[in-house]
C-alpha cells in the first residue's frame, strides 16, 4: 500500500521551460490537493479537486494547472516556469467523510534557474 | 486575515521527557484540528485529529488538548524519543469545506 506517490523526486527548470507534476493515490480518496510548501511559510494550497471531474483555485494558483486525470491521479503543471516557483511541492488525498486527515506524498523538490 | 499559528518556533527537550507544543487559532467557525509531523525531506505525516466537540483525544504517547475558551491547541508527546525530532504542523479546518489552514510549524529536538 502506497499511498500517495509523487513523481519526480527532484527536477531543476529554466525559466519558461514546462513541466508536469505527477500525483497518484491508491486509497480510494475522492479529494486530492496540491501545496507548495517555502520555508517559514507553512503549506499553502494551490489547487485543489473535491471529486473526479472537478477542480477549485486554491490560495496561490497563479502559474499552475491541474488535470484530475482519473480517481487515482491529479497532475500539476507549470507552463512557463518562474524562479518564484522554486518550491516543495507536495499532493495530497482525503477520503469522503467529513472530518478526516489529508494523507501526504513526499513531495517534489523544484528548482528554477 | 484568520490564520493558524505556533507559539514556539523551535523546542528542545531531553530524551524521555514530556514535550508539549502549542498552537493558537484565530478562527472560531474551525471545527477540525489535525496535528502533523514532518521529518527532513518527507511530507507531513498525520499524528491525531480532534473535532470542536471534544477538548481532549489520546493517542500512542501523544495526547491534543483543546481550549475553545482561548482558541488554543496543544500536542503533548510523552516519553519524547530521538525519533520524534521533526516539524510539527497545527491546522485547522472548517467543517463542510475543503481548504485546510496550515501552521507555521515548530521544530522539536530531543537531545540524547
Known amino acids: 500500500n502506497a499511498g500517495v506517490t509523487q513523481t519526480p523526486k527532484f527536477q531543476v527548470l529554466k525559466t519558461g521551460q514546462s513541466m508536469t507534476l505527477q500525483c497518484a493515490q491508491d486509497?480510494?480518496?475522492?479529494?486530492m490537493y496540491w501545496y507548495r510548501q517555502d520555508p517559514g511559510m507553512g503549506l499553502r494550497l494551490i489547487y485543489y479537486?473535491?471529486?473526479?471531474?472537478?477542480?477549485d483555485k486554491g490560495e496561490v494558483p497563479n502559474g499552475y494547472n491541474v488535470s484530475r486525470l482519473n480517481k487515482r491521479e491529479f497532475s500539476l503543471r507549470l507552463e512557463s516556469a518562474a524562479p518564484s516557483q522554486t518550491s516543495v511541492y507536495f499532493c495530497?488525498?482525503?477520503?469522503?467523510?467529513?472530518?478526516?486527515?489529508?494523507?501526504f506524498g513526499d513531495g517534489t523538490r523544484l528548482s528554477i534557474l | 486575515g484568520e490564520s493558524v499559528g505556533l507559539h514556539l518556533p523551535t523546542l528542545s527537550v531531553q530524551e524521555g521527557d514530556n514535550s508539549i507544543i502549542n498552537c493558537a487559532y484565530s478562527?472560531?467557525?474551525?471545527?477540525?484540528f489535525i496535528w502533523y509531523k514532518q521529518e527532513s525531506g518527507k511530507g507531513p505525516q498525520f499524528i491525531i485529529d480532534?473535532?470542536?466537540?471534544?477538548d481532549k483525544r489520546q493517542g500512542q504517547r501523544v495526547t491534543v488538548l483543546l481550549n475553545k475558551t482561548v482558541k488554543h491547541l496543544s500536542l503533548q508527546i510523552a516519553a519524547t524519543q530521538p525519533g520524534d525530532s521533526a516539524v510539527y504542523f497545527c491546522?485547522?479546518?472548517?467543517?463542510?469545506?475543503?481548504?485546510?489552514?496550515f501552521g507555521t510549524g515548530t521544530k522539536l529536538q530531543v537531545i540524547p
Open positions: 495530497a488525498s482525503r477520503g469522503a467523510l467529513d472530518n478526516q486527515p489529508q494523507h
Open positions: 486509497m480510494n480518496h475522492n479529494s
Open positions: 479537486s473535491a471529486s473526479e471531474g472537478t477542480t
Open positions: 478562527n472560531s467557525a474551525s471545527d477540525y
Open positions: 480532534i473535532r470542536s466537540n471534544m
Open positions: 491546522a485547522e479546518r472548517i467543517g463542510g469545506y475543503q481548504k485546510v489552514t
